[in-house]
């Protein structure tokens, strides 16, 4: 019942004329049986997420990890006969970061070891040092620590309220959230000013004041409390470098930029811990923490995307493009953001090749890097190969100059939404595309695969595609325990990967790669937008 509600009313939403349309646009549904046969009954991909976290994982940006994963990806890529394997870099980036060892030991009337990670890009520390909490809230409260802080164990963050868990942490979409999104309107194109009022900046003024005290002080640690889980789950991103609010320049200084200044060492904490260490200290106990961390930088030897190709036949100029973010975040082992995503892709690969289709178009995959550094591998790309623009390439100002490699550019496919199945897509605000996609996802109805929504997505690489007026998209997929447990966090590991969702994913991609490579037609376009910032990785 819940999957034939969901089919009638997005087959109701557009023009009437919707049925007419399907029927003009047509696929080789023999082709289809095909690839969902190998898919679902002979599936590779859970294998090759194993390999890529498991075995590779994590593959932070600039690190050997991902320079490792990314070898054995072309070793697959080889024995599977694919063409034009390489790799195009996209840097200078800055440097990569690799953590070697950690313990940390909560030394107190009964010792315990902290639930804790380092945070990436944070330099060593070994030694014993006495919990401070550290929560000024005046400028004289601040001043009174100066001389304090030396050696010291920093608590920055303040008490974080944990409450029980009264809805499930993992979700699939329900019927009304699919209707809202196949009824989403045109979205609205105009320039969303960001406001930076008095207090937010009085805010961030202090926050500064704090870290050029403890820079200044030099602790053996400063502790922060993980932004989102609990239950031993730790959210864990870089190592914060200190901005100040009222600097003339507008460059941001990153803690991976081979320039970056010296900063303390700083380590993320279960809320749980945490919040336990600041009571201790309150009730007048004197705890201490032994801290053996170590890690290595090195000059970054993987600023690079990963690009491999099925020749197309009499179209074989043109192309069509499927990928995803191969980075990953160091906590877990980069499994649902986006090992899945880049299995997902490898794995239609993996099938088309096995079935030996012969697509009229170039199907080529990539496999970026440095998107959760700001999109960094796909903007590459497509300047390189596509278009060009005055300023940087996502400015809101400028005009978009396409290449002419864009000419023989039909179509984008990206998955980078965690593990979940596809329940549709998002269409960009290319209203032209429903037909098509309509007619596509027909053999996918069983699958609960049918939402169409104009609405945009962001924070992932079909962006890059998108703001250079190239067709890109992102696929609706259920959110399961992406932003509750898995996302940046300790426990993005294979285990939260769910088989038959993955294994649904990679077939959908394959047939949408190799319907898109068969048309008689490109993709229809959009008009080139206003350029607009996309947002950072979700």
């Known amino acids: 019942m819940k999957r034939f509600y969901v089919v009638v009313v997005v087959l109701l939403f557009g023009c009437g004329m919707l049925a007419a349309q399907e029927q003009q646009e047509k696929f080789d549904s023999s082709a ?23 075995v590779y994982g994590p593959r932070l940006t600039g690190s050997p990890g991902f320079s490792r994963a990314a070898a054995w990806v072309e070793k697959e890529f080889h024995g599977w006969g694919l063409s034009n394997i390489h790799r195009e870099s996209w840097g200078p980036f800055g440097r990569g970061w690799s953590l070697k060892s950690y313990s940390a030991m909560v030394i107190a009337g009964q010792n315990f070891p902290l639930i804790s990670y380092p945070k990436a890009w944070s330099p060593p520390a070994h030694g014993t040092g006495e919990v401070v909490y550290f929560d ?25 309220d ?46 500064y004041k704090k870290w050029m005290l403890l820079e200044k002080e030099g602790p053996l640690a400063v502790l922060s409390v993980s932004r989102l889980g609990d239950g031993g789950t730790i959210f864990v991103q870089q190592a914060i470098v200190p901005q100040n609010p009222d600097s003339s320049s507008r460059r941001r200084v990153s803690v991976w930029q081979a320039d970056a200044p010296k900063i303390v060492p700083q380590i993320a904490v279960g809320v749980e811990h945490y919040d336990r260490l600041i009571r201790m200290i309150q009730k ?38 499927i990928g995803g973010h191969f980075d990953s975040w160091h906590g877990g082992t980069g499994a649902t953001d986006n090992g899945t995503g880049s299995a997902v892709c490898m794995e239609a690969m993996r099938i088309l090749k096995s079935l030996d289709l012969k697509p009229r178009r170039t199907i080529r995959i990539g496999l970026w890097g440095g998107e959760e550094q700001g999109l960094l591998g796909s903007q590459a790309y497509v300047k390189q190969h596509f278009a060009d623009k005055e300023g940087t390439m996502f400015d809101t100002i400028g005009t978009v100059k396409l290449k002419p490699e864009a000419e023989t550019f039909s179509v984008y496919f990206n998955n980078d939404n965690g593990s979940g199945k596809v329940r549709g897509v998002y269409m960009q605000a290319n209203d032209a595309v429903r037909p098509i996609f309509r007619s596509w996802l027909v053999p996918f109805r069983d699958e609960d695969a049918s939402t169409l929504s104009l609405s945009n997505t962001g924070g992932t690489d079909h962006q890059s595609f998108d703001a250079a007026g190239l067709p890109g998209f992102q696929f609706i997929q259920d959110p399961l325990e992406y932003g509750t447990r898995t996302h940046h966090s300790t426990m993005d590991v294979y285990e939260r990967a769910q088989t038959g969702d993955v294994q649904q994913a990679a077939v959908i991609m394959a047939a949408f790669a190799y ?16 350029m607009r910032a996309p947002q950072m990785s979700r």
Do not use: C, W
């Not at 679902?40 to 976290?53: A, G, N, W």
């Open 284 to 321: 007048g106990e004197h705890p201490k923490i032994d801290i053996q961390y170590d890690a290595t930088f090195n000059k970054a030897d993987s600023s690079f995307n990963i690009i491999a190709e099925i020749p197309g036949t009499d179209l074989n100029n043109e192309v069509v493009m």
């Open 136 to 160: 000024p809230k005046t400028d004289g409260e601040l001043s009174a620590f100066a001389g304090t802080l030396h050696g010291k164990v920093v608590l920055f963050d303040s008490l974080r």
């Open 515 to 530: 319907n898109a490579a068969m048309r008689d037609a490109k993709f229809p376009r959009k008009p080139l937008p206003p």
């Open 162 to 207: 944990v409450k029980a868990h009264f809805q499930p942490d993992a979700t699939r979409d329900a019927d009304s959230t699919l209707l809202k999104l196949a009824n989403s309107p045109l979205p609205d194109a105009r320039r969303r000013r960001m406001f930076f009022g008095n207090e937010n900046r009085d805010r961030a003024r202090f926050e």
């Open 32 to 54: 289809i049986e095909k690839i969902k046969d190998e898919g679902f009954h002979r599936s590779q991909v859970m294998d090759i997420l194993s390999y890529l976290t498991d």
